[in-house]
C-alpha cells in the first residue's frame, strides 16, 4: 500500500505543481489539442507594466526588487481573475492578462478589473512602503481584437497569442508612458 500511495502522491504533486504553472485552462487545451491547429478569438488585452522598474532595481538591489514585485504581481492578480480575465503571461515586472471580449465587456468586467488593481495598490501602499521603502508606481494598456491562438515550441510548449492586437496593446502601455498617465485604453475597447 506505501509503494502506491507514494507514486499517486508524487504524481498528484506533479499534476498540481503543472496547473499551478500554466493553469488548469491551459493544461485542458494542451492536453486535448484545441490550440494545435491556430484559432482566431476576440479577446481584450491588458499590459501592465511597472513604471522604472531599472531605477528601483539600482536603488534596491536585485535581490529586493524582485521581491517587490513578486509581491505586486501576486497583490494584483486576483483583481484580474476576479472580473473574468485570465494572466497569460508573467513579464519580468509587469504582465498581460487576457480576457473573452464578451466577458470583458460585459458589466464593464474590465475597467472594473483596473479599478480593483489600482485599490489593491492603495490598500496595500502603506506595508508595501514599510518593507521596500517605496511604493511602484505602474501603467497600464488595453486593445481588444481578433487574436491568432495557436501551441507553439516543441520541448517546452506553451499557448501563444500572435496578431495586430497584442502588438496595438503593447502600444497602449507605452502611450501611457510617453503621456505620464496611469492607464490608456484604446477606442475600440471603449466603443
Not at 504533486?13 to 476576440?42: S, W
Request: charged content about 20%; glycine content about 10%.
Amino acid at each position: 500500500v506505501l509503494p502506491i500511495f507514494i507514486a499517486l502522491s508524487v504524481v498528484g504533486v506533479v499534476v498540481m505543481r503543472t496547473v499551478h504553472f500554466i493553469g488548469v485552462e491551459n493544461l485542458f487545451h494542451l492536453m486535448v489539442g484545441t490550440y494545435h491547429r491556430p484559432v482566431v478569438q476576440d479577446k481584450v488585452i491588458l499590459f501592465l507594466d511597472i513604471n522604472d522598474s531599472t531605477g528601483l532595481a539600482e536603488r534596491l538591489g536585485a535581490i529586493q526588487t524582485k521581491s517587490m514585485i513578486g509581491k505586486f504581481l501576486f497583490d494584483i492578480s486576483k483583481s484580474i481573475t476576479d472580473f473574468g480575465g485570465e494572466i497569460y503571461l508573467y513579464k519580468g515586472d509587469g504582465l498581460i492578462a487576457l480576457w473573452d471580449w464578451g466577458e470583458a465587456v460585459r458589466d464593464n468586467k474590465i475597467l472594473r478589473a483596473i479599478s480593483a488593481i489600482f485599490e489593491t495598490i492603495g490598500r496595500e501602499r502603506a506595508e508595501v512602503e514599510r518593507q521596500f521603502g517605496v511604493v511602484p508606481r505602474f501603467r497600464v494598456g488595453v486593445h481588444g481584437g481578433e487574436i491568432v491562438v495557436s501551441e507553439q515550441g516543441d520541448t517546452k510548449r506553451s499557448i501563444g497569442i500572435y496578431g495586430s492586437t497584442i502588438n496595438i496593446a503593447a502600444r497602449m502601455e507605452e502611450a501611457a508612458k510617453a503621456h505620464n498617465v496611469a492607464c490608456v485604453i484604446s477606442g475600440d475597447v471603449v466603443a
